[in-house]
């Protein structure tokens, strides 16, 4: 079955062509046939994503990425052979959701196949559980249910229980700001570009290189809270009135960069750890944008390692938003026949999992 994958969530524009075969299990396998990612760059200006402006640039973006993704699958720009497209449909900003959307009503039109909408955050917990050491031709790693999905990226910060694929289960979510976000916000206090994660990260990698002395000792928030929520807000406060309190000195920014990591680290890590105890999980999924942070990657599968726990990520390319996650969770909704009628297809800036 041949899917094409439509997401536009945020500001990366992605469209991928996928063929694949068999259910969800170590039968499935999948031939990546084109796969392209367009990056606004004009939103690093502002210091954040302007969702009109991502509107415009996701309408300009779309028709030369799938040109693209179909020359380099080697099939027919005005009638490929498609079973299906799927698209994001939600969570995200709505009026970017709306673009890949219409886009997608537009040629399922004009191609006569069938719609299957997707949940952006479902695409980050298929590609997390995909092999992807050969990019073109993958499956499935073997998973062992209950697992846990740790969703973080610049507008979630969730742990849901999946006990077989498909069934989701909240457990803990963000009371405010998402991890991605507090990453972008400490990052404008530092006077960093956008987007602030790698920066951050770049920093704190710096001051751990040379073992700089710490500044400070900043709040884990709700780390030891009887629940599985998160809270980052006061996390950035902190940063904030430490920041306004003082002129930073040479090195102090690396330091509290380092700092800052390391606190969203431990919340992060000290609260997965103790859901997977709780739940009997397997294996953690992580997956969205922070997944890609190799200091968070590193602790959380130290972690696990020692208690039994598999950690499973996908590579950094593939953790920002793409159309390759997109086709891959349509498909298992394709095999279903979980079709939407293109003319009732919306939007769902706060869509759910469950």
């Known amino acids: 079955m041949k899917i094409l994958g439509i997401e536009t969530s ?23 046939l084109g796969n392209s990612t ?58 970017c959701l709306w673009t890949g959307i219409t886009f997608a009503q537009e040629l399922s039109k004009k191609w006569t196949v069938p719609i299957v909408p997707v949940n952006h955050m479902e695409g980050h917990i298929v590609i997390s559980m995909m092999d992807l050491r050969n990019p073109s031709l993958g499956k499935l790693t073997k998973v062992d249910f209950p697992a846990l999905a740790l969703l973080v990226s610049g507008g979630h910060t969730e742990l849901i229980l999946m006990k077989s694929f498909g069934r989701y289960e909240y457990i803990g979510r963000t009371r405010d700001d998402a991890v991605g976000e507090a990453f972008d916000k400490v990052a404008r206090l530092l006077a960093l570009p956008y987007p602030g994660g790698p920066e951050i990260s770049r920093l704190a990698a710096y001051a751990r290189s040379e073992k700089l002395p710490a500044l400070l000792k900043l709040p884990r928030p709700m780390m030891t809270s009887d629940d599985y929520d998160f809270s980052f807000s006061g996390l950035k406060t902190a940063v904030e009135r430490y920041v ?9 920014r690396e330091k ?61 390319e593939f953790s920002t938003d793409n159309g390759l996650m997109i086709a891959l969770a349509g498909y298992f909704h394709a095999l279903k026949k979980e079709f939407a009628n293109p003319a009732n297809l919306a939007a769902n800036g706060n869509l759910k999992l469950c």
Do not use: W
């Open 10 to 32: 945020a500001d990366d524009t992605g469209i991928a062509l996928i063929e694949a075969e068999g259910k969800f299990g170590p039968d499935f396998s999948y031939n990546v």
């Open 38 to 95: 367009s990056s606004q760059a004009v939103h690093a200006q502002y210091g954040g994503i302007f969702p009109a402006l991502a509107k415009r640039e996701h309408a300009k973006n779309l028709p030369a990425v799938l040109d693209q993704v179909l020359n380099d699958a080697h099939e027919s720009v005005s009638h490929p052979s498609i079973d299906a497209i799927a698209v994001t449909h939600g969570p995200g900003l709505e009026p």
């Open 244 to 252: 306004q309190a003082r002129e930073l000195r040479l090195l102090d």
């Open 256 to 316: 509290l960069a380092c700092e800052f990591e390391d606190s969203v680290t431990d919340v992060l890590v000290y609260k997965t750890l103790r859901a997977v105890e709780e739940y009997g999980a397997n294996a953690v999924v992580m997956g969205g944008g922070v997944s890609a942070n190799k200091h968070i990657r590193d602790e959380l599968s130290s972690k696990l390692q020692a208690v039994g726990c598999r950690l499973l990520v996908c590579p950094s």
